[in-house]
């Protein structure tokens, strides 16, 4: 079965600084999606950026990008010039092809707070 | 665009109760998937449907859970009878991929407490 794991329960960041979020999954396939969602307090999932396996080019996304590791099977995520707004819980979920029908593993999540 | 919407946003009940959660996919999204969420267990999937079909309910936790996708526009998560420990948020998500690949758009959750 796939597992994804965030080993960061918890991180914090000032104002218009970089911060990276680590994710790790385990899988046998050969393609699938990654996927990073956020969850503001409002409890809405938004998704932040997404990157398909047979891709090598890393995703951005404005302020947002990826360092996708397909051997070491790693998908951390980097905001820079963080906001107050990104102040969240971050997910980083995995999606396998083929007959899974799109059905999303979630991480743990990584809480992330933006100082002033 | 609306998004995925449910309802309710919040509901309270006793145990051994019915309850009855709803959502209403985007329009075009042919895969519909319901999800729950709790400190303990996290994000997990409980159901999904392609083309109104149940594909897996391998998620669903118990028999006194159910749920049913009559048109492409609504389904319903059903729960009965309602124990505490079904407490949590659900939400419920749409896709317009091919066999449900690719991006999944969340509702705002329905929050379920039960006493």
């Known amino acids: 079965a796939q597992t994804v794991t965030q080993s960061q329960p918890e991180m914090s960041v000032q104002e218009a600084e970089t911060v990276t979020l680590s994710c790790t999954y385990d899988?046998?396939?050969?393609?699938?999606?990654l996927f990073w969602y956020k969850q503001p307090p409002s409890r809405q999932m938004i998704l932040v950026i997404r990157?398909?396996?047979?891709?090598?080019q890393n995703a951005t996304e404005n302020r947002f990008s990826v360092n996708f590791q397909k051997a070491a099977k790693s998908f951390s995520l980097k905001i820079s010039d963080s906001q107050l707004g990104d102040t969240a819980m971050y997910f980083c979920?995995?999606?396998?092809?083929?007959?899974?029908?799109?059905?999303?593993?979630f991480g743990q999540g990584t809480i992330l707070t933006v100082h002033p | 665009d609306a998004g995925v919407i449910q309802s309710p946003r919040h509901e309270v009940t006793e145990m051994g109760q019915e309850v009855t959660l709803r959502c209403k996919p985007i329009?075009?999204?042919?895969?519909l998937f319901w999800y729950r969420q709790t400190m303990m267990r996290g994000l997990e999937l409980l159901i999904y449907?392609?083309?109104?079909?149940?594909?897996?309910d391998s998620g669903m936790p118990e028999d006194r859970f159910s749920a049913k996708m009559p048109n492409a526009s609504f389904s319903t998560l059903k729960i009965q009878p309602s124990e505490p420990r079904d407490s949590a948020v659900y939400f419920c998500?749409?896709?317009?991929?091919?066999?449900?690949?690719?991006?999944?758009?969340f509702g705002p959750g329905t929050r379920l407490t039960v006493l």
């Open positions: 998500a749409s896709s317009s991929g091919l066999a449900g690949w690719g991006e999944q758009f």
């Open positions: 899988t046998s396939e050969s393609n699938y999606y």
């Open positions: 990157q398909e396996a047979y891709k090598q």
């Open positions: 979920a995995y999606q396998a092809g083929g007959t899974s029908y799109g059905k999303l593993t």
């Open positions: 329009s075009g999204h042919n895969s």
């Open positions: 449907f392609n083309n109104n079909v149940p594909i897996d």
